[in-house]
């Protein structure tokens, strides 16, 4: 399952390049609960996005 994020669409792209089962985060983001069942996990998003985040 891979949880994806993308404003142009190269984002959504990639992540169905590599599965068919694709969420997007912000159409689930403010769902009050969220159950996921899977063996691994890929999040996708553009470049940007993470050079604006502090790890």
């Known amino acids: ?4 994020f993308s404003g142009t669409g190269n984002s959504l792209y990639a ?5 068919r089962e ?10 009050t609960e ?7 996990s890929v999040l996708s998003v553009p470049s940007t996005v993470m050079k604006c985040q502090k790890w």
Do not use: H, T
């Open 34 to 40: 969220l159950r996921f069942q899977m063996e691994k």
């Open 15 to 19: 992540a169905r390049s590599l599965d």
């Open 22 to 31: 694709c969420v997007s985060i912000p159409q689930v983001i403010d769902e």
């Open 1 to 4: 399952m891979i949880f994806y």
